[in-house]
C-alpha cells in the first residue's frame, strides 16, 4: 500500500492513484507495481501469479531484447499462451540491453487499469558513456507518467460516442500519483504529489517513462531547470539541452538536471496534449531541494497557463530536416555509439512500406462478421477498425513461437499474400518475414490523416535507427498515402539522414507524415510491431515481424505452457 490516509472511523485506509474512487488491478498491490531495478547481465525471474477472476494475463517487458529468451517476451498468442486464472508462469531472462524500460500488462485493456510498472537495467559507472555527465542515479528518481480514467477502462470500449470523457484520460498519474480537480465543483483531491528530493549543486540522472495507454503525447516541463537528455528508449545519444520534452506512450527518456538554483521547491508540469485537450488532463510533481518547503510557493501551473516550454524535444510539426531554434526532432538525436554500418548502406536488404489507416463501416456491411468483435465506436455510429497494409491484425490461436504445427498456415498473411475475396478490409494474422541477419528498412507511412493524431509504433525484440521522419514536402499533397510515399522515395524525396541514427524502439509517425526505420534482423523470433495506443492495439494496428527460422530459435524451455483446443476423442459409442 503506498499511502496511508486515517478515514471516517480513524482507521487506516489504503490510497492508490488520485484519490477518486475506483476499480483498480495492481501488481503486489501496489500502484505502479514494484520497480524492477538491475544490473546488466543479472538473471531475472519474474512469478506472475495472476490471481484477477475471470481475466487471463500476460506480462511484457517493454525495452528488453529478449536475446535467447523470446519465449518470455509476454505478447499473448505469440510467445506464450496467457497466464489463465489461478496459474502461475515463471517469467526468466537475462537483463541483456541496459536502459529505461517497463513492464505491462499485454492483454486486453489491462495496463489502463493499473498493470505497469518500470524496469531500469544499469551499467557499472565505465560502461556507462554518459556517466561523467552525472553524480547520482537513484532509484527514487524514476518518473513513470501514466493516464487514469475514473471508471474501468472496460467501461470506454468499444466507444462512447459523443460524451465526454469517451475515450479520453480524466487525469495523469506520475509515479503512480496526483491530486484531481473536479472540472464542475473546482473540488480538489487531498492525495500527496510525488516529490523527487535533490541535493544542491548535484546533478541527477531522471529516468523518464511514458506509460500511457490513450492516445494523448505527454509533454513534461520543470520549473527553472533545463533537462540534458542522454538517451531515448534506453539507447544513449549525444547529449543536447531541451526545456521541455513531449513524448508518446512507450517512449523514455533520460536525463540529467542540476541543482544550481535557488533552495527551493519546483512544479513538474506534465500536460496530456492532443485529446486531453478536452478533459484538460495534466499532473504535478515536485522537483525539491533538501531542507526546502514539500510545496512550491510560486503558483501551481494550471493546463492553460502552464510552465513555459522553451526548447522543445520531439515537436509535433514534424519539420524534422532542417535545423532549428526552437525544436529538437527525435531523428536528430545522434546515437552516441557508432551504428552498425548495414545501417547505412544506401540499399537495405529489405524495403517495406506500410501505410496504416482506420476502415469504418457500418456493422451490416460486414463480410467476416464473425471476425469483428473487436471494433471502437465513432461519434457517427460507424464502426471502427486498424488496417496496416489492408490487413486487421487476428492473433493466431496458438503462439507461433512454440506451437507452429497448431496454426492453420492460412491464417498467416502479409501485403503481397492476401486471404482470397477480403478486399480492402482482410482480417488475419499479419506476418513478414525476414532472412536472419538481413538490414530491414520500415516505413510507415500516415493514411489515417486525423488532424493532431501520430501513433507511436513500437517494436519488440529490438531498437532500430530512426533515419527520417517527415511530411511530403510536395505542398500539393495534402494527404499523404502509399502511392505518395513510393512516388518521394523514387523521386529522392523521402527524407534520410545517416549522420549516427538514433536507436529507439518507439516512434511516433507525424499525422500525415512518415517515418523511416531501419534494423538489423539478428534477434530471430515472432516480434509484434504495433501501435501502442492501446485501444489501437486491440483493434488491428498489429504486426508480426518473423525473423529467421525456427531453426535458428533456441529449445522451446521445458514444461512450456501450451494453448489450444482440447478434443480427445469422443468416448461413447
Ligand atoms: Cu509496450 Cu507490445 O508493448
Ligand atoms: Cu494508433
Redesign the pocket.
Given at each position: 500500500c503506498q499511502l496511508c490516509l486515517p478515514n471516517a472511523t480513524n482507521a487506516c485506509q489504503c490510497v492508490l492513484g488520485d484519490g477518486f474512487e475506483k476499480s483498480i488491478l495492481t501488481i503486489n498491490r501496489q500502484l505502479p507495481g514494484p520497480s524492477i531495478q538491475v544490473c546488466q547481465g543479472d538473471r531475472i525471474v519474474v512469478d506472475v501469479d495472476n490471481q484477477m477472476q475471470g481475466m487471463e494475463v500476460t506480462l511484457?517487458w517493454?525495452g528488453l531484447w529478449q536475446q535467447g529468451t523470446q519465449y518470455y517476451d509476454g505478447?499473448p498468442y505469440v510467445t506464450q499462451c496467457p497466464i489463465s486464472e489461478g496459474s502461475t508462469f515463471r517469467y526468466q531472462f537475462i537483463a541483456g540491453n541496459p536502459g529505461t524500460h517497463f513492464y505491462?500488462a499485454?492483454t486486453g485493456l489491462q495496463k489502463l487499469d493499473g498493470l505497469y510498472g518500470s524496469f531500469i537495467v544499469r551499467q557499472t559507472p565505465s560502461e556507462e558513456v554518459h556517466a561523467h555527465l552525472y553524480d547520482y542515479d537513484l532509484t527514487t528518481h524514476v518518473m513513470l507518467a501514466s493516464d487514469w480514467m475514473h471508471e474501468v477502462a472496460q467501461e470506454r470500449f468499444p466507444g462512447r460516442l459523443q460524451r465526454i470523457p469517451g475515450q479520453e484520460p480524466e487525469n495523469i498519474l506520475i509515479n503512480g500519483k496526483g491530486q484531481y480537480m473536479d472540472p464542475n465543483t473546482g473540488y480538489m483531491t487531498n492525495t500527496p504529489l510525488e516529490i523527487f528530493t535533490v541535493t544542491p549543486g548535484r546533478r541527477y540522472r531522471f529516468r523518464f517513462i511514458n506509460s500511457f495507454c490513450t492516445v494523448c503525447p505527454a509533454q513534461l516541463t520543470i520549473q527553472g531547470h533545463p533537462l540534458l537528455v542522454i538517451a531515448s528508449d534506453g539507447e544513449p545519444v549525444h547529449p543536447v539541452v531541451v526545456n521541455t520534452i513531449i513524448s508518446f506512450t512507450?517512449e523514455r527518456y533520460d536525463f540529467v538536471i542540476t541543482a544550481d538554483q535557488n533552495v527551493d521547491a519546483y512544479w513538474i508540469q506534465i500536460r496530456g496534449l492532443g485529446e486531453c485537450g478536452n478533459t484538460r488532463a495534466q499532473q504535478l510533481a515536485v522537483l525539491r531541494y533538501a531542507r526546502a518547503p514539500y510545496e512550491p510557493l510560486s503558483p501551481r501551473p494550471t493546463y492553460d497557463y502552464g510552465l513555459a516550454q522553451g526548447v522543445v524535444l520531439n515537436p509535433l510539426d514534424a519539420i524534422c530536416n532542417v535545423e532549428r531554434p526552437d525544436a529538437i526532432c527525435v531523428s536528430q538525436l545522434k546515437n552516441a555509439r557508432p551504428v552498425d554500418e548495414g545501417i547505412l548502406q544506401e540499399h537495405p536488404d529489405v524495403k517495406i512500406f506500410l501505410p496504416f489507416r482506420f476502415l469504418l463501416y457500418q456493422p451490416e456491411q460486414l463480410f467476416q462478421p464473425h471476425l469483428y468483435n473487436r471494433f471502437l465506436v465513432a461519434p457517427n455510429g460507424d464502426h471502427v477498425i486498424s488496417l496496416v497494409d489492408g490487413i486487421s491484425f487476428v492473433f493466431p490461436p496458438s503462439p507461433p513461437l512454440s506451437q507452429i504445427e497448431d496454426i492453420p498456415p492460412e491464417m498467416f498473411c502479409n501485403g503481397d499474400n492476401r486471404p482470397p475475396d477480403c478486399g480492402e478490409n482482410c482480417m488475419c494474422t499479419h506476418k513478414i518475414d525476414v532472412p536472419l541477419n538481413a538490414i530491414v528498412e520500415v516505413v510507415l507511412v500516415d493514411e489515417v490523416q486525423q488532424p493532431n493524431l501520430s501513433h507511436p509504433f513500437?517494436l519488440?525484440g529490438y531498437a532500430f535507427n530512426v533515419v527520417g521522419i517527415g511530411r511530403s514536402p510536395d505542398q500539393q499533397i495534402k494527404k499523404i498515402s502509399l502511392k505518395h510515399a513510393l512516388d518521394l522515395d523514387r523521386r529522392g524525396l523521402l527524407h534520410r539522414q545517416f549522420n549516427l541514427p538514433p536507436g529507439k524502439d518507439t516512434i511516433a509517425v507525424p499525422n500525415n507524415g512518415y517515418v523511416v526505420l531501419r534494423f538489423r534482423a539478428n534477434n530471430p523470433g515472432y516480434w509484434?510491431f504495433?501501435c501502442?495506443f492501446l485501444f489501437h492495439t486491440v483493434i488491428g494496428m498489429d504486426f508480426l515481424i518473423h525473423a529467421g527460422t525456427h531453426a535458428d530459435l533456441p529449445p522451446i524451455p521445458p514444461n512450456f505452457q501450451r494453448c489450444g483446443d482440447h478434443l480427445p476423442p469422443i468416448l461413447f459409442h
Open positions: 511484457h517493454h505478447v505491462h499485454h512507450g513500437h519488440h509484434l504495433h501502442h
